[in-house]
């Protein structure tokens, strides 16, 4: 699959199974492990200027934000060539996918790009303040997560060709959710405002994929101007100390990070 070409310093990676990640708490880290031989970090390739990836396959796993990839990975993927005979595409999500295969399809399209394989899987919603974790912990076996991983990583090594429909409901939920408005925080609007339990350990900084995070003076401070939303430096907080400026949490006590994954892991892959 050819996109942008690149040249001059371009990063160029080799292998049988690439597979580069954007993950908040994990769940998108615990799924490419399973899929490709190499988990490369999308917010480390951001740093550079050009992007050449060589290899028999390539896959990207990500988080499913308002049902598309996450702005990040839309420019990765849009900024960078993929030179290999299979490419895949998998989307975490919590409740409902809202036709994320064919809005990927499209957006593929239109950066002169297009995959063999595009598909979802549901995990814990994340997303706060819109779920209980609690609630969403205790329903989290009914989704069979370790089955469906299973289940896409044959699809992946046996190179199959598909694109998960968007049904009529899920596209409808889609639109719905857009017709509300994107979260869009800005220094002025603030998504998060930091308490006094706050102690300056830099546990935000560090998984914040998006470099957005500063300690000043003891504490942490937040720049919107790349921010992702992605809601990594509220899981991550060991104090709780981040809070939402404005929105409410249905059960603030709790937040989450995929069993699987320490956040030395999310530190490696982000930081």
Do not use: W
Not at 32 to 43: C, H, K, Y
Not at 195 to 215: E, F, H, T, Y
Not at 222 to 231: D, K, T
Request: proline share 5%.
């Amino acid at each position: 699959m050819e996109g942008n070409a690149v040249t001059e310093g371009s990063a160029e990676t080799e292998g049988s199974a690439a597979v580069f990640c954007f993950t908040a708490t994990g769940n998108s880290l615990y799924v490419a492990r399973q899929l490709g031989d190499d988990v490369l970090s999308i917010p480390h390739e951001l740093g550079k200027r050009e992007r050449r990836y060589k290899a028999e396959s390539v896959g990207i796993v990500s988080p499913v934000f308002y049902h598309e990839l996450p702005d990040p990975v839309k420019e990765f993927i849009a900024g960078s060539t993929f030179e290999c005979d299979y490419f895949f595409i998998v989307g975490t999500y919590g409740a409902h996918h809202g036709g994320f295969a064919e809005l990927t399809r499209q957006f593929l399209e239109s950066c002169g790009h297009a995959a063999d394989y595009v598909n979802t899987i549901i995990m814990v919603d994340n997303a706060l303040p819109g779920y209980d974790i609690a609630e969403q912990l205790r329903i989290d076996p009914a989704k069979r997560v370790d089955e469906h991983i299973a289940s896409l990583r044959a699809d992946v090594r046996a190179r199959r060709r598909y694109v998960q429909p968007a049904t009529e409901e899920e596209l409808a939920h889609h639109f719905a959710t857009i017709a509300k408005g994107k979260i869009a925080p800005t220094d002025d609007d603030p998504l998060y405002k930091v308490s006094k339990a706050c102690v300056g350990c830099g546990a935000c900084l560090k998984v914040c994929p998006m470099n957005c995070i500063d300690i000043v003076g003891g504490r942490a401070r937040h720049r919107y101007a790349s921010c992702a939303v992605c809601m990594a430096c509220i899981h991550a907080c060991p104090q709780k100390a981040i809070e939402f400026a404005s929105l409410a949490e249905k059960n603030p006590g709790v937040h989450y990070r995929n069993p699987h994954v320490t956040l030395a892991d999310l530190i490696a892959l982000n930081g």
